[in-house]
C-alpha cells in the first residue's frame, strides 16, 4: 500500500494491489492494483499506516531469530576462530530456534503494542509550535480529531469530562508563516498558545506539555495552505509559560528556535524536565 500526498496542495492518492519495486514484479510476475483519490478511502488508509506505525518495534535479536527459523534462513556453519571455542562433541550446540527462546528482556507478548502506550514513549524529537488560541478549526478536521481520540484511547478535544490520562490535541497551522510546516509522525511538538494572529509569542503564552504527531490532514479546500496536526499527550496539571522554556534553554547554554527540530538528548531532558508529572518509558 502506497499513501502519496504532497505539501503543495496537489492531489493525495493511495495505491493498494500486490505489485512491488522488483524486477520480477515488472518483467514476469501479472500484477493488480487500485490507484483512487477517494477521500474515505484515503482516511483508510491513512488510520492504518498510522496504526501499523505506531507499534512497530526495533527489531531485536530474538525477533531475528524468530524470522530466520520462518524463512529457514541459517547460517552455514563456519570454522571456529582462535578467539572462539570449538564445539566438542559432548557440548551442547545452540540453535537459532533455541536462542528464540532465550530470555533475553521481556517477551513479544509483553511489549507495549497498545495504541495507549504511544503517549508515553520518550520524545527524540522535539519542535516548537507557535498557535494561535483563537485558531477555527474546520468541523472536519474536528471530527478526525474525535476518530483518532478514540483509537488510541484518549480524550477528544470536544470532550472536557472524560477522565482518561492521555487526550487528542489539534493544532491549525497556517501557510503564511516562515517555520516549516511539515512535522513527521512521530516527532514531538510543544505548542506555544498565543492570541497573536501571526503567531508572536509574549511572557503570557502558555506552554503545552509535549505531544506525539500522530497524524496531520490538510486542507485541500484552501490549496493545501491549511495542515492540522493531531499530538498525542500526556494531561499536565503544570503550567508552564514561554518564559520557563527560555528559561530551561538558558540552562543548557542555548536558545530556543522554532524552525528547529532539537534531538540533542541534552535538550529533550531540559524540556521534559518543566512537567515533572509526567512519565516517559
Do not use: C
Request: a negative charge; hydrophobic letters at 35%; charged letters at 25%.
Amino acid at each position: 500500500m502506497l499513501l502519496a500526498e504532497s505539501d503543495t496542495g496537489s492531489t493525495a492518492f493511495v495505491v493498494v494491489g500486490s505489485a512491488n519495486a522488483s524486477e520480477r514484479s515488472a518483467t514476469t510476475l501479472h500484477e493488480a492494483a487500485v490507484v483512487t483519490d477517494a477521500a474515505d478511502l484515503i482516511d483508510d488508509a491513512r488510520h492504518q499506516l498510522i496504526e501499523w506505525k505506531t507499534r512497530s518495534t526495533m527489531l531485536d535479536a530474538v525477533a531475528l531469530a524468530s524470522l530466520i527459523d520462518i524463512y529457514d534462513a541459517h547460517v552455514p556453519d563456519s570454522e571456529p576462530s582462535d578467539h572462539e571455542p570449538a564445539v566438542t562433541d559432548n557440548a551442547t550446540q545452540t540453535t537459532s530456534s533455541d536462542s528464540a527462546k532465550i530470555d533475553d528482556g521481556p517477551d513479544a507478548e509483553d511489549e507495549v503494542h497498545d495504541l495507549e502506550g504511544i503517549a508515553y514513549q520518550r520524545p527524540k524529537q522535539i519542535y516548537f509550535m507557535a498557535v494561535t488560541t483563537d485558531a477555527h478549526i474546520l468541523e472536519e478536521a474536528m471530527h478526525q480529531a474525535e476518530v483518532l481520540a478514540e483509537r488510541f484511547g484518549a480524550s477528544a478535544p470536544t470532550d472536557e469530562t472524560d477522565e482518561s490520562p492521555t487526550e487528542l490535541i489539534v493544532l491549525r497551522f497556517d501557510g503564511y508563516s516562515q517555520y516549516p510546516r511539515s512535522y513527521a509522525e512521530g516527532a514531538h511538538i510543544v505548542p506555544l498558545y498565543t492570541q497573536s494572529e501571526h503567531g508572536r509569542l509574549n511572557a503570557a503564552s502558555v506552554a503545552g506539555a509535549p505531544g506525539r504527531v500522530v497524524s496531520r490532514w490538510i486542507d485541500d479546500a484552501d490549496d493545501g495552505d491549511t495542515h492540522y496536526y493531531y499530538l498525542l499527550s500526556q494531561k499536565s496539571s503544570t503550567e508552564i509559560r514561554y518564559p520557563d522554556v527560555q528559561k530551561a534553554f538558558s540552562g543548557i547554554s542555548m536558545m530556543m528556535e522554532q524552525n528547529r527540530g532539537y534531538l540533542n538528548p541534552k535538550v529533550i531532558t531540559a524540556v521534559l524536565d518543566l512537567w515533572p508529572d509526567l512519565r516517559w518509558q
